[in-house]
């Protein structure tokens, strides 16, 4: 079965500083995709970034990077320079091929707070 | 403007009323989906829409009903909800393939009174 771990529920940091935000998964299947979303407090759920199994480098676009380890599981995300923009939940999802349909995994996402 | 839209954005209901989600998509995705947000738990799929027809229902109590009349239109409609139902619904469309991204919706804040 698929499970996406999140296991920091808040964190805050001063505005300027880098964080690192964590996602740990669970998979049987070799072929898998990994994304992160970020959540507003106005609700949608924006999309950050996709990244399939078999592509382990990692990505940096402008103030965000991805850091994606198949050895431990882990898809971890940071922010450097934090801004106040910044502040939201962020969720990490596993994608479970289903039917032929895409069918997403959340982890239970980790609030940041961005303090100015 | 947002490919996947949503309405009402907030809605507050009895619980003997019966009222509706409505979604559209603009991205010209053949799969949509409802998912729900509730504080308590994580995000849960609901219904899975695939080419108009319905591919899973994951366990939703039948008081929820969604309906796919096109690819672009997804709806569900509620009826005799329970306080229990407050929560954050969200749409989402893809093209409905493995690897391919699911883009959400604004969300529809429903509050049972």
């Keep these: 079965a698929q499970k996406v771990t999140q296991a920091q529920t808040e964190i ?8 690192t935000l964590d996602c740990v998964y669970e ?9 992160w979303y970020k959540q507003p407090p106005s609700g949608e759920l924006v999309f950050l970034i996709r990244r399939n199994s078999f592509d382990e480098q990692n990505e940096i676009s402008g103030r965000y990077s991805w850091n994606f380890q198949k ?4 898809f971890n995300f940071t922010i450097t320079a934090s801004q106040v923009v910044d502040s939201a939940v962020y969720f990490c999802a596993l994608s479970d091929h289903n039917f032929g349909n895409e069918k997403l995994t959340f982890g239970t996402g980790t609030r940041l707070t961005i303090i100015p | 403007e947002t490919g996947v839209t949503q309405t009402p954005r ?3 209901m009895g619980m003997t009323n019966k009222k509706s989600l409505k979604c559209e998509q603009h991205l010209g995705h053949n799969a949509m989906y409802w998912y ?6 994580p995000l849960e799929l609901m219904f899975v829409y695939s080419l108009e027809e ?5 366990s939703v109590p039948s008081r929820f009903s969604p309906e796919c ?7 569900l409609h509620l009826h005799t909800l329970q306080p229990e139902d407050s929560a954050l619904y969200l749409c989402a469309s893809s093209q409905g393939t493995l690897g391919n991204t699911i883009y959400f919706g604004e969300g529809s804040w429903l509050t049972v009174v």
């Design chain 1, 71 to 74: 050895s431990t599981s882990s």
């Design chain 1, 12 to 19: 805050s940091v001063v505005e300027k500083e880098d964080v």
């Design chain 1, 27 to 35: 998979t049987r299947d070799t072929t898998y995709y990994l994304f």
């Design chain 2, 36 to 41: 729900k947000q509730s504080a308590k738990k």
């Design chain 2, 54 to 58: 319905r591919v899973e229902n994951n």
């Design chain 2, 69 to 75: 009349p096109n690819s672009s239109h997804l709806f």
């Design chain 2, 10 to 12: 907030h809605l507050v």
